[in-house]
Nanobody, 128 residues
Framework: QVQLVESGGGLVQAGGSLRLSCAASGRPFSIYAMAWFRQAPGKEREFVAAIRWSAGVTYYADSVKGRFTISRDNAKNTVYLQMNSLKPEDTAAYRC?????????????????????WGQGAQVTVSS
């Protein structure tokens, strides 16, 4: 079993910044990719960003490109999401996810089934 613990959510005004963290721990495992998804009340879960662990290749949803940055600390098994220029429509519960089984060349960053474990979520609220 792998546990993911998110931190860093909160309330911020539009135009502000927040940084989310997600630390993975548990049984011996290898991380192949980590990602952030979000879900607002009454809406479908939405892909936000992902990172391939070894190469550091990143992927972003169009809605956050240029404003959000995903990064990782390999030694700490931790992924970060730096969120700048936040908008009210970014308000959601943000969950991190980890792929520990490797899809290799079949990896698709934006689909939930690519990931094996999920965090509980961190609430981000952006006021106008």
């Amino acid at each position: 079993q792998v546990q993911l613990v998110e931190s860093g959510g909160g309330l911020v005004q539009a135009g502000g910044s927040l940084r989310l963290s997600c630390a993975a721990s548990g049984r011996p495992f290898s991380i192949y990719a980590m990602a952030w998804f979000r879900q607002a009340p009454g809406k479908e879960r939405e892909f936000v960003a992902a990172i391939r662990w070894s190469a550091g290749v990143t992927y972003y949803a169009d809605s956050v490109k240029g404003r959000f940055t995903i990064s990782r600390d390999n030694a700490k098994n931790t992924v970060y999401l730096q969120m700048n220029s936040l908008k009210p429509e970014d308000t959601a519960a943000y969950r991190c996810a980890v792929d520990v089984n490797s899809w290799g060349s079949s990896y698709v960053p934006g689909v939930p089934y690519a990931y094996d474990y999920w965090g509980q979520g961190a609430q981000v609220t952006v006021s106008s």
